[in-house]
């Protein structure tokens, strides 16, 4: 295993007088917390494992995220090329040299994570870059997250468009992600895409241009079947689409565009062990939960800003939205999510947050060494904006001094904020940072005796949604 440099967290800024939390209230959380952890890996893992007697209050109980990254490195070490990480790595190699593009089609956590990884380890202009710049990777694309009509028909003509001649430049394929098959916003979509698929390639090649991820059985698994698709992969059970990412569900797009998906689950697993053995104080899965728990329950907080201050990020914060709404946002209970990006956010949102209500929370998201050589302002002979005296200055240290400035500005107020410190923008620091806030998650719900698992309100919009749908149709 590759050494992981690791993520840190500081509170430090939450300790504010008289809006965020005491030293007093920290400590006192230490056996509660502790007794959530054990519930987490004595209790939720050996019922998981077992499979049989979980309790009521405990269902669903889809503890096998946890676990995930160590079960899929093992079988891949064990055997590589007979493992699932084998074939997920040789299915990109296959379906990479026959396309230049690929459309994910998926919803919630069936991309979420998928998009998250790709804006943040690739190339921010990936897309757009040629076929040799991006290492022979195919660009990547995301429908059946929405029923936007315009969008998707944007997507489909640029297609056909972009899609001429002989080899991989002149080839698009599809990776279609759903447990059941039977969401609608992923189901309409899968079956216009592979349409005009259809129409590129012929009905007799779909088989090698469409790639499920999906259940046992199911609607989408049934098509599978029927196309014949050469390759398919599971979402496996026990795990919730919003802590998938460690599965094919994340692996498989992500292997797809060239991420180092092996240093990625190294770093999850490396923050599981850091999880299970670290006290309070020095814990990032703990001390997280702790300091915004606490804000929320002493002081009303109930509204949790992610603030990343890289844009790279942004699909991450987006991740983790969903990730904490669905989790605890039941029983009239749950912190609000929201992601802001900086510094673009300061001159949209910061107003609010500075001299708003006292309702909010900022963990910032910080990336300490990025990918690229500094950019200094320069001098010029228009000085007009009066920066000639910054020419030295970079974009980083000007990132710098407006996080720093923020922080200094919020705790003059007395209002929390915390810092999240990523090493880099790439795959060590997010296999870490999912894994980090899907335990936080689950740790919190633990404490709050709210079932982080399941989503049952998200199951009645679908409900209606159908039913809406097809009351229409007989009418």
Not at 90 to 106: N, S
Not at 111 to 136: D, W
Not at 353 to 374: C, F, L, Y
Not at 413 to 420: K, L
Request: hydrophobic share 40%; charged share 25%.
């Amino acid at each position: 295993m590759s050494k992981i440099k690791p993520i840190t967290f500081d509170p430090t800024n939450a300790f504010v007088t008289p809006h965020g939390i005491t030293q007093e209230q920290f400590d006192g959380i230490q056996n509660r917390l502790n007794a959530c952890r054990s519930e987490m890996l004595d209790i939720d893992l050996s019922l998981w494992a077992d499979g049989k007697n979980i309790p009521a209050s405990k269902e669903p109980l889809d503890a096998g995220f946890h676990e995930m990254p160590e079960r899929i490195l093992d079988d891949y070490q064990a055997d590589r090329d007979s493992s699932e990480l084998g074939k997920i790595l040789e299915t990109a190699k296959r379906l990479g040299a026959l396309v230049d593009k690929v459309v994910v089609l998926g919803i919630g956590g069936s991309y979420m994570g998928a998009r998250a990884l790709m804006e943040t380890c690739c190339a921010p202009y990936h897309n757009e870059l040629s076929r040799a710049q991006r290492g022979g990777r195919p660009r990547m694309y995301f429908e059946g997250n929405n029923v936007d009509n315009d969008w998707a028909q944007a997507l489909l003509q640029f297609l056909e468009s972009d899609s001429q001649g002989d080899g991989p430049e002149g080839n698009w394929g599809i990776i279609v992600i759903s447990k059941s098959g039977g969401t609608l916003e992923t189901a309409a979509s899968l079956r216009i895409f592979m349409d005009a698929l259809k129409s590129k390639v012929g009905e007799d090649q779909l088989s090698q241009f469409v790639v499920p991820v999906t259940g046992v059985s199911g609607k989408l698994a049934d098509l599978a079947t029927e196309i014949g698709c050469v390759d398919r992969y599971l979402v496996p059970d026990g795990v919730g689409g919003r802590f998938s990412v460690f599965s094919a569900v994340g692996l498989l797009p992500a292997a797809m565009l060239g991420i180092d998906v092996v240093k990625m689950l190294e770093a999850a697993a490396a923050m599981n062990a850091h999880f299970q053995t670290a006290e309070l104080g020095s814990n990032v899965v703990m001390d997280y939960v702790a300091v915004n728990h606490l804000l929320e329950e002493n002081k009303g907080v109930n509204i949790r800003v992610l603030s990343v201050w890289s844009k790279s990020l942004e699909s991450a914060g987006f991740w983790y939205d969903q990730l904490l709404a669905e989790s605890l946002g039941k029983h009239e209970k749950g912190a609000f999510p929201l992601t802001c990006l900086n510094s673009r956010d300061l001159h949209s949102r910061a107003q609010q947050h500075q001299e708003g209500a006292r309702d909010k929370v900022m963990n910032n998201v910080i990336v300490d060494s990025w990918r690229t050589d500094p950019l200094a302002i320069g001098n010029s002979k228009w000085d007009q904006d009066q920066l000639n005296e910054l020419a030295d200055k970079t974009l980083p240290m000007i990132m710098d001094a407006a996080i720093n400035g923020t922080n200094l500005a919020y705790k003059e107020d007395g209002r929390p904020t915390t810092d999240i410190h990523l090493p880099a923008a790439d795959e060590a620091a997010l296999g870490q940072l999912f894994q980090m806030l899907m335990l936080a998650t689950v740790l919190e719900g633990r404490l709050l005796e709210i079932n982080p698992y399941g989503q049952p309100g998200v199951e009645k919009y679908k409900k209606y949604m159908n039913q809406l749908l097809r009351e229409d149709v007989t009418a």
